[in-house]
């Protein structure tokens, strides 16, 4: 029998099932069908929530890294702008993201505009539009930069006001969240770039804050300025000191087989030094005074009494036995001033000196013995730790009149501590196990979907192969067709034999082949369910099956009574 003749007959019996039948069997199999899809879609692809929407192609990227490293599932959005995990794990997820700084796409920029209409836009949409584009644009320019992981840049703009007499400057605050622990010294970067991304604003009026509320750099901050300068001093000496004997030592011992630590201590005052320098040998004549003074001075006396006489003017008297003498003084005085060279030196120094600087040095006793050998004397490994402190001091610039101090000692280290292993890749059972889930979801669909086939869809088919009724060999009516032999009522000499007879004898369909009964072939329609009758006649007794029949239709029963009898009397 080719394809087509079974289509024929796969056609024709369906026309014989009636209306009611065929409702039944298009009902069955649309549930059936629809159950295994409904069932296999969500048995195999478990429930998903969106963790994040309206990404860009890089924050997805980046997130899908992010998850994949964490071993949490997810899933993309056909147009790659939405990422989805499983409903118990989207708090964990989210928590990761937040940890890393993702996404990074929640910071709109310039392309605000591009989404904006320019019908009934007002100039305060404009404006704050435009504030936000510029807190956009920084917060990305800022977490580009290395050891950012998130910003967040607030900007106020002053209004422009004609009746105010004092123009108010911009500002800004920047939050951050560092890669490090040590994010102070991105706090001045940030704020010169801020403060030129703005019109009008300067340096100190932006102020930069850390995520735990640390305020890193302000404009009011004079009296802390010095002491955050020390410590960055402080810092990047330290890191500078500690890589120069890393690298003086790391030839000779080997990079894991040293640890060194260094502790500067810093003076950054203030100080303004003037010094004078007097040059005894360089003497210089300034001016020169001289004073020359000649005094003559004469004296008499005479002897003649006072009287009128002596106030007569006229011709006095030659000079009688009166007393007189004379003096004369020459003086002469001569000054000479002299210039003394000196010199005035000034010295204003901003900077910082360092005042004292602390190394320690631990070396790893097995790499240091098995470089000097196994047999090396005590004496032979002082001297070389003496010669490994003489590298540190001068790799160091240590300076004992400054009190600085170095300490080497040679420790044993711990085995693989600071050596980072590779993960292993997951074995057989675990990746099984990582994929239990899906596994058992498969399970399930295929369990189901047998289930449905075993007891649903197989007893259908058989029902729509059963070929059309008709008479048999001799003339009596066949209860079924079973491809070209008729399958016919049992004589009266089975009557004897009930059990073995009455199998023969189906009422609805028959229990084996599951074919349409000689009642039903007749025209007369049960008024029992199709999938009742399919799974109720196995479990019926051939004297139930038999009564049953006779009370559908007795006329018939006794017909087939009839010629049984008389196909034995023939006999």
Known sequence: ???????????????????????????????????????????????????????????????????????????????????????????????????????????????????????????????????????GELARTIQSMAGIRAARVHVVLPDEGSFRRARQPPSASVVIRASTLDDSHMAGAIRHLVAAAVPGMTIDEVTVLSTDGTVLASGDDATNAAPTKMLDLEKVIDRNVAENIRRTLTPSLGAKNLQVSVTARLNTDTRQTAETTYNPDGRVERSTRTVKETQNQQNSTSSAPAGVGQNIPGPKPAGGDGKSSSEQNDKREELNNFEISSKTVTTSSAGYNIDRLSIAVVINRAAFAAALGDKAAPDAVDKKLAEVEQLIGTAAGVDKARGDSVKVMAVDFVDNARDLEPVPSPGVMEAVMRQSGTLINAALVLVFTGVVVLFVVRPLIRVLSVPAAGAGDDGLPALAM???????????????????????????????????????????????????????????????RLEQMIEFDEQQAAAVLKQWIHRKEAA
Do not use: C
């Open 482 to 544: 079973a491809g070209d032999d008729a399958l016919m009522l049992p004589d009266a000499s089975g009557m004897g034999g009930m059990d073995g007879d009455m199998d023969a004898m189906p009422v609805g369909l028959d229990a084996l082949g599951g074919r349409p009964s000689a009642l039903q072939m007749a025209g007369w329609e049960e008024d029992v369910s199709l999938i009742d009758d399919i799974t109720s006649q196995p479990r019926r007794s051939p004297q139930k």
């Open 1 to 135: 029998m080719n394809a087509m003749e079974q289509v024929q007959r796969l056609w024709a019996n369906l026309l014989q099932l009636g209306g009611r039948r065929l409702g039944a069997l298009a009902a069955v199999g649309v549930a059936v069908f629809a159950l295994v899809g409904v069932g296999g879609y969500f048995l195999s692809r478990p429930a998903t929530e969106t963790l994040y929407s309206g990404l860009d192609r890089g924050d997805v990227s980046s997130i899908g890294a992010a998850l994949h490293d964490a071993d949490i599932p997810f899933d993309v959005s056909p147009d790659g702008t939405a990422v989805a995990v499983r409903y118990g794990q989207t708090a964990q997820a989210r928590m990761l993201l937040a940890e890393r700084g993702l996404p990074h796409s929640g910071n709109s920029g310039y392309e605000l505009y591009d989404k904006m209409g320019s019908l009934g836009l007002t100039s305060f949409m404009q404006d704050v539009t435009r504030v936000r584009a510029i807190e």
